[in-house]
């Protein structure tokens, strides 16, 4: 049988045509191409993965940002010191103003008025301690809120941490004789809690705070003392409630 072949134009053999490259460069593009297919189908499945509801049954809902005001109401247990002689028991009320500054952050106000009690004690006398007393209490605290959840609450609830620091302004007791007087403390209040929200705009706050401040005694409880120091610092717990409602547009 006679060979076909398929000559060049002029005459010769057709050259051999170039072989496909298959070094760097051309696994390089390979790749590309691989990775430009796989990385929009993995986020797909991450963000699925994340989300894992329908936009129409999902648990998480958005928290309307902005301004809110919380009028609070709860109960403070004072720690009175070594001596018993600092701030005690008593109901708090009040009220806060909330700005959502981010997602995950916010920052709030707060002015809260105590109807607290206190003991006198006077180290000088044989029948050292009386009361307990009426001792009013002003509390003034700016704080800053972590959401952990971010801007979105589940199944309606939204957890949250705050760390914050106050002024707490006292009223004088004028019974008290021993030199003794509380008088305006600086303080630190870590605190925790949720909200829940009833709608967009309403929504009931719960959070425990704990408060850090600092006692100092005068020199007339130096007996009494035993040569223990003049000042320590206390911790009083606070538990508290309110109704918040945003005022955003």
């Known amino acids: ?3 076909l072949r398929v000559c060049h134009p002029e005459g010769g053999p057709r050259p051999e045509e170039p072989k496909r490259r298959s070094g760097p460069c051309a696994s390089l593009r390979a790749t590309r191409v691989v990775l430009s297919c796989l990385i ?42 070594e001596f018993n002689v600092a701030p005690h028991d008593g109901p708090v009320i009040g009220g806060r103003y909330d700005l959502r500054s981010s997602r995950a952050i916010g920052v709030g106000l707060g002015v809260y008025y105590g109807d607290l009690q206190r003991f006198i004690v006077n180290p000088s006398l044989t029948d ?37 620091g106050g002024l707490a302004i006292s009223s004088s007791t004028p019974a008290d004789t021993s030199r ?41 409880f130096r007996i009494e003392a035993s040569g223990t120091t003049f000042t320590e610092w206390t911790t009083s717990w606070w538990l508290q409630a309110g109704l918040g409602y945003s005022i955003s547009p």
């Open 40 to 81: 929009p189908a993995s986020l797909a499945t991450v963000a699925h993965a994340q989300v894992g509801h329908s936009p129409t049954s999902t648990p998480y809902r958005d928290i309307r940002a902005g301004h809110t005001v919380t009028p609070m109401g709860g109960y403070f247990f004072g720690n009175g010191g």
């Open 1 to 3: 049988m006679a060979e």
């Open 128 to 164: 050292a301690r009386s009361g307990p007393v009426d001792q009013s209490v002003t509390f003034i605290e700016l704080d800053v809120q972590m959401n952990p959840a971010g801007g979105k609450s589940w199944h309606r609830i939204a957890p949250f941490l705050g760390l914050g």
């Open 180 to 220: 003794f007087d509380f008088g305006n403390k600086f303080y630190l209040v870590p605190s925790g809690g949720f909200r829940f929200f009833l709608s967009q705009r309403l929504h009931l706050r719960t959070e425990a705070k704990a408060t850090f401040w600092k006692i100092t005694y005068p020199t007339t």
